[in-house]
């Protein structure tokens, strides 16, 4: 069974669409995350949630919106998809918030057209 | 604010050669450091974590090493195989509040057969 699944593996769009990634973990853990990893390969923390309680947002657009309905899933919604959102999303979860080791989906690759 | 250096960028070796990859920090306020593997194309998986208060990890053919003090950790890779091949990053987990995951860019590692 797959610990951590995002759908769908690959997203091409075009500028100016809504797009939604879905992300589940069958971990039991209480926390989930969001990254981001660009063409240079550079990971950067999106968002997390602990317990459906969101704990970090970083400096990001909000085009990008989370959701995550239970612990269990989180969600990212991206409106008014843009060229620079072109990237590979990963979602990852955690047993806690602190000092757990974090679980990677496979990703979810976005092209922007 | 934290930075995280992995050196070399890339590195190829011939199979059973021991191998050691580096990761060096700014700021030596750190609750954890992790090591990750990334295959082409697929989402990252962890392989040790090693809390501030610890020296080392090790599992199976891999160590790896923490010395806080001068902000660096070390993964050792025992007898190389090819399918060690992938992309190696470190990650390092910020002591307060808002412990989130500063990433290197990683170390992009090939063993030839």
């Known amino acids: 069974d797959t610990a951590v699944s995002q759908t769908p593996k690959y997203l091409v769009t075009q500028m100016g669409n809504d797009k939604s990634i879905k992300c589940e973990q069958n971990l039991g853990h209480d926390t989930m995350y969001w990254y981001k990893q660009d063409s240079k390969k550079f990971l950067k923390i999106m968002f997390s949630?602990?317990?459906?309680?969101?704990?970090i947002n970083e400096t990001v657009p909000n085009r990008f919106s989370p959701k995550s309905p239970d612990k269990a899933h989180l969600n990212l919604h991206i409106n008014s998809l843009e060229l620079g959102d072109s990237a590979v999303y990963f979602c990852a979860s955690s047993q806690r918030l602190q000092g757990f080791a974090q679980y990677f989906g496979p990703g979810t690759r976005l092209t922007v057209t | 604010k934290q930075e995280v250096t992995q050196i070399p960028a890339a590195l190829s070796v011939p199979e059973g050669e021991n191998l050691v990859l580096n990761c060096s920090f700014t700021?030596?306020?750190?609750?954890?450091l992790q090591w990750f593997r990334q295959d082409p194309g697929k989402g990252l998986t962890s392989l040790l974590l090693i809390q501030s208060s610890q020296r080392e990890q090790t599992s199976g053919r891999l160590n790896a090493s923490l010395d806080k003090s001068s902000g660096r950790s070390t993964l050792y890779i025992a007898a190389s195989q090819p399918g060690d091949s992938a992309t190696y990053l470190c990650a390092v987990s910020r002591a307060g509040n808002n412990r989130k995951l500063i990433w290197g860019l990683g170390t992009s590692l090939g063993v030839n057969p």
């Open positions: 949630y602990n317990n459906k309680e969101l704990i």
């Open positions: 700021d030596s306020a750190i609750y954890n």
